[in-house]
């Protein structure tokens, strides 16, 4: 019985080409005036570019928050750029969280397929539709560089863009990883982590173990793993869980040493895999790193028999809020 009815495979399978399109999408949209500090407002899988931004934009002088809620924070002016980024377009809190970023006068990009957002929003940068929110990762996180890029904010170098592309269309590589570890994880409840710097990785894996495999996962980040959630594996039982660490060549030298050795001291406990970015420029190693969690959950969820698109629960509590 086939169970990925709505081909969820070529929708992963064609990231590459998401993300080709997702970058021509903000050609000719830019922002004007100051500019100091920038948010992204959105929820579950319209909140992931911010997160990915972020770690991009970790070493720029403007600062950067995502916003999974209803308000924007207390500093949000004139000269803060808010993108409302919801792949529906009819998510409360962007919603809500784009019209309290309005009566800060800040200036606002709307990214969207649509929805009352599309409807509402001045500055919109329109997106394909037909996906679900989680797939679309390139439709909501280039077109906010894109305009970050035309508005002199960032600058982002072609070569990151051609490596990043160049490395995702290798997609077998991604594929038989995910396959293999998808099969060693099966049957147990996934821990992710990753550094303090790309934990976002380590989350957008959990959140695809929820909504693609729909089984409970967790993540958490080095070092702070360190200092409290090590004395957990104490009590556990073997077999119940696996650790994956996600590793990357510009990790901190004493992070790389610590997820050494917290590997040897877990490893009674739990089976340990070990996932690489691939890549020279920050933007390639994020993207691998997100691009092997797909796959993975992917993979898990045919394991499980689960349909990996559907999220019916996610849906139907939305409806009973209306
Ligand atoms: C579903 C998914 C969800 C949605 C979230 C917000 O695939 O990923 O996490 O992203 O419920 O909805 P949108 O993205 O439409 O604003």
């Not at 170098?157 to 099966?186: P, V």
Request: aromatic letters at 8%.
């Amino acid at each position: 019985m086939p169970v990925d009815n709505s081909n969820m495979l070529k929708v992963i399978e064609d990231f590459p080409q998401q993300c080709r399109t997702a970058l021509e999408l903000p050609k000719g949209m830019s922002v004007s005036g100051k500019v100091d500090k920038i948010v992204v407002c959105g929820m579950g899988g319209s909140a992931v570019g911010g997160d990915l931004l972020k770690i991009y934009l970790h070493n720029a002088k403007i600062p950067i928050f995502v916003v999974r809620g209803y308000n924007v924070p207390n500093f949000v002016d004139e000269n803060t750029l808010v993108f409302a980024v919801s792949y529906s377009g009819n998510t409360e809190e962007t919603l809500s969280a784009y019209e309290d970023a309005l009566k800060r006068k800040a200036k606002i990009v709307a990214v969207t397929s649509g929805g009352s957002l599309g409807q509402l929003a001045k500055k919109v940068i329109k997106i394909p539709s037909g996906l679900q929110p989680r797939a679309a990762l390139g439709y909501t996180f280039f077109p906010v560089l894109g305009v970050l890029a035309n508005s002199a904010i960032v600058d982002v170098k072609s070569a990151e863009i051609s490596e990043m592309l160049s490395i995702l269309s290798k997609t077998n590589d991604f594929k038989s990883l995910g396959e293999k570890i998808a099969k060693k994880i099966q049957n147990r409840t996934p821990i992710v982590y990753a550094s303090e710097l790309l934990g976002a990785i380590a989350y957008r894996w959990k959140t695809q173990f929820n909504e693609n495999s729909k089984i409970a996962a967790f993540c958490h980040v080095f070092s702070e793993m360190n200092h409290n959630e090590i004395a957990s594996y104490q009590s556990m039982s073997k077999d119940r869980y696996t650790a994956i660490f996600i590793r990357d060549k510009e990790d901190n030298e004493r992070v790389k040493k610590r997820m050494d050795i917290t590997k040897e001291i877990i490893s009674t406990k739990v089976d340990v895999e070990e996932v690489f970015t691939k890549g020279e420029h920050l933007l390639a190693r994020v993207f691998s790193g997100i691009y092997y969690g797909d796959f993975v959950s992917y993979y898990l969820a045919l394991a499980n028999k689960t349909d990996p698109t559907p999220v019916t629960v996610i849906e139907n509590l939305k409806k009973k809020l209306k």
